[in-house]
């Protein structure tokens, strides 16, 4: 049985209370941890503001040995690290190494960025006010910051706010997932580890309401990372006070299947866009909107391609979907299948649920009033709406509260120029899924899809600030 261990600053430690996870695939313990409390956050932030006092002596060249190092051990430890995540989430095992592979990538990302950062001089004289000086900015790291993560990547979610936090000369507090634990354990222990590492720069503490409440609401932090639900982020706006603060909240991410798309492709790429990773993805694609002329031939194919998905044992290789979390969210997407069936949408792809297993579903002739269509899933469930043109297509994609990534699939240029300005979303994507992200790229969403954005580059830039220097 794997065991989780707690973190304060480099020394680890160890609770009298402990928990345990059940994987979701055969209900067996698969690993343990301590339970913490507020008092645990408060240990953790202080050790972590002392830390950072301490830690201005090195070098950056320092910090960005110790997480190319961090990224060369996950590389040779490859396969522990994609079990822990089978194991906890469920997750089929040839995505999990997937998302090992990512992780080390964000993490070499994050070193090479924190080399590129750089300041810019000023021309103070450039005004009637101003006279010549030496005057430049540069970006100075924040200090401590507080970063949490959610279930569904529990890994390289977790690497894109530890690498550039850390890399950027911040001390971190990190608060895995409650539901994997053990994987955000291992990857904090490798820093720790690491001989390159700056002592007591990172700090592990696990738990819920309490815990996160207490690390947000402290006055030690200078930045708040978060990545989860818009309920939970709304109660780390109200508390955080004044701090930078950074929420990737999902999405509601929909596509426009054009006239002119090559529907084979599109309908391929679509029945990976809903149901990768059970639908549990911020960018899971959850509406289609297709024209009129193309909505028959296009459901047809996408039921075709969906069919050819295998559900079952994550530990199997050609595994394409394990089951959900746990059995409520697999209920709950039954509840919401079946109310929309009522309402008058057309099971394409009947709703099937095995107690955590949720098979994927796709419903035709669904309205922009369903719920379904109208608030995040977070299942393999895809809703079709069929549409007129462009425009209603676009209009209906807008009409949201979310705005993570949408995307087109069109060979019309016009359109597609059109749809880069419409599109009101953080991201968008041209002939492919909106569950498309590269880890080098800027990722985040508008509206209550959140605030900031992620990648190393841009992370660095999110948990530094600029200082502004000028010699007379």
């Known amino acids: 049985m794997n065991e989780a261990r707690l973190y304060f600053g480099s020394t680890p430690a160890i ?36 830390a950072f006092e301490k830690s201005k002596e090195f070098p950056l060249s320092r910090r960005v040995e110790w997480i190319k190092d961090v990224a060369k051990k996950i590389k040779e430890n490859k396969e522990e690290f994609a079990l822990s995540i089978t194991k ?51 970006r100075v790291p924040l200090g401590v910051v507080v970063a949490i993560t959610p279930f569904n990547f529990p890994l390289n979610l977790a690497a894109h706010k530890l690498g550039p936090a850390l890399v950027a000369g911040n001390s971190v507090v990190f608060k895995p997932t409650p539901e994997a634990p053990y994987t955000g354990y291992l990857l904090a222990k490798t820093f720790i580890e690491s001989e390159y590492a700056i002592p007591d720069m990172l700090s592990v503490v696990y738990g819920d309401a309490e815990v996160g409440n ?37 999405g509601n991410a929909a596509t426009f299947i054009d006239k002119s798309a090559d529907l084979d492709m599109a309908a391929s790429r679509c029945s990976v866009g809903a149901f990768v990773n059970s639908g549990q993805v911020c960018i899971s694609l959850q509406r289609i909107y297709v ?23 994550p530990y199997e290789p050609d595994t394409f979907m394990g089951p959900l979390i746990n059995e409520e969210a697999a209920i709950r997407a039954q509840n919401w299948v079946e109310s929309a069936i009522k309402a008058g949408a057309r099971a394409i792809l009947p709703p099937k649920r095995e107690g955590r297993y949720f098979y994927p579903a796709i419903l035709a002739d669904v ?106």
């Open 291 to 313: 024209h009129e002329d193309v909505y028959e031939e296009f459901a047809k194919k996408l039921a075709e391609d969906t069919h050819r998905l295998k559900v079952g044992d």
């Open 88 to 138: 906890e989430v469920g997750k089929p095992i040839s995505f999990s190494r997937v998302e090992v592979d990512r992780c080390i990538e964000t993490l070499e990302l994050s070193a090479q960025a924190a080399i590129g950062l750089v300041g810019e001089t000023i021309n103070t004289d450039a005004t009637l006010s101003g006279k010549k000086t030496q005057a430049f900015y540069k």
């Open 15 to 50: 609770k009298e209370k402990i928990g345990e996870i059940k994987s979701p695939f055969n209900d067996k313990v698969v690993s343990i941890f301590p339970i913490c409390n507020a008092d645990d956050a408060k240990k953790a932030l202080k050790i972590a503001k002392e």
């Open 367 to 472: 309205t922009p009033d369903m719920k379904i269509v109208c608030e995040e899933v977070f299942a393999p469930i895809v809703s079709l709406v069929k549409v007129k043109s462009y425009d209603e297509a676009i209009k209906m994609m807008n009409d949201s509260p979310y705005g993570l990534q949408f995307s087109i699939f069109t060979n019309d240029l016009n359109i597609t120029k059109r749809f880069i300005d419409d599109a009101e979303a953080g991201g968008v994507v041209i002939n492919d899924i909106p569950t498309l992200r590269f880890d080098i790229q800027p990722y985040g969403g508008v509206k209550l899809s959140g605030i900031g954005r992620e990648g190393p580059k841009f992370a660095i830039e999110e948990f530094t600030e600029i200082k502004s220097v000028v010699i007379c």
């Open 214 to 250: 207490a690390l947000v609401s402290s006055d030690i932090p200078r930045k708040i990372s978060f990545t989860g639900s818009v309920a939970v982020g709304k109660i780390i706006m109200k508390n955080a006070g004044i701090k930078k603060v950074s929420l990737e909240l999902g």
